[in-house]
């Protein structure tokens, strides 16, 4: 069954700096997707990643998956304080609507 | 707007007692899903539907239960057999149609649920 973890769970930087999360998963996923989660908010959708390769941005957010690896990774550039949320990667199962979750990273970013 | 509703934000539970979450959508989506999420945790699947009249079970179904009797509604009981139920509900939706592949989730703003 596919597994998906995430890493680092808890991270904390400077405004201004760049950082990635990571996301591994265990087996074949046909897709994978992040969501920011807002404390006592429910989650956003962020991205949408359909193949090997692909990349996507939205303003200081990229995205990009690499299916022979099985990872996908999230990329901060210049953090605002206005990132500081949970970041969340899932995948599915080819044939299933059964979305897995990773748990998570916790994003603070300081001033 | 479309999207997906999800009351009471905020229920109280008794020992012994069952009560019923509710997810409405009105994006025409077929796929619908409940989640737990405890505090600091990730998102744990209780429940899924593909499609009306069948739902499947996820990680930790046991003391929980659903019905799909329309497109747009997919309730989520919380019965006196789960012991531990305290936590942030979370109900989503997916487009889900026929064979093709899962699209992204939209979900609900959540229920939080407490124990008296």
């Known amino acids: 069954e596919l597994k998906v973890e995430q890493n680092p769970l808890f991270l904390s930087m400077q405004e201004g700096k760049n950082y990635t999360i990571y996301c591994n998963y265990s087996t074949t996923s046909d897709r994978l997707y992040w969501y920011r989660q807002d404390p006592g908010k429910s989650l956003e959708s962020l991205f949408v990643l359909l193949s090997n390769g692909a990349v996507k941005q939205e303003g200081r957010l990229m995205a990009s998956l690499d299916t022979k690896a099985r990872l996908s990774t999230l990329h901060i550039t210049a953090a605002v304080h206005d990132l500081s949320a949970t970041y969340f990667c899932?995948?599915?199962?080819?044939?299933?609507?059964?979305?897995?979750f990773g748990t998570g990273t916790r994003l603070k970013v300081l001033a | 707007d479309g999207g997906i509703t999800q009351s009471p934000k905020y229920l109280f539970r008794k020992e012994g007692q069952n009560v019923t979450l509710s997810c409405e959508q009105n994006?025409?989506?077929?796929?619908m899903y409940w989640y737990r999420q405890d505090p600091g945790q990730g998102l744990r699947l209780i429940y899924y539907?593909?499609?009306?009249?069948?739902?499947q079970k996820g990680d930790i179904a046991e003391g929980y239960s659903v019905s799909r009797e329309k497109k747009e509604s997919f309730p989520l009981t919380v019965t006196s057999a789960q012991k531990n139920p305290t936590a942030f509900y979370l109900c989503?939706?997916?487009?889900?149609?026929?064979?093709?592949?899962?699209?992204?989730?939209?979900f609900g703003p959540g229920t939080r649920l407490l124990v008296l």
């Open positions: 539907s593909q499609i009306v009249n069948d739902f």
């Open positions: 899932a995948g599915t199962t080819s044939g299933t609507y059964k979305y897995i």
């Open positions: 989503a939706s997916s487009i889900g149609r026929g064979t093709y592949q899962a699209e992204t989730q939209y």
């Open positions: 994006l025409n989506h077929d796929a």
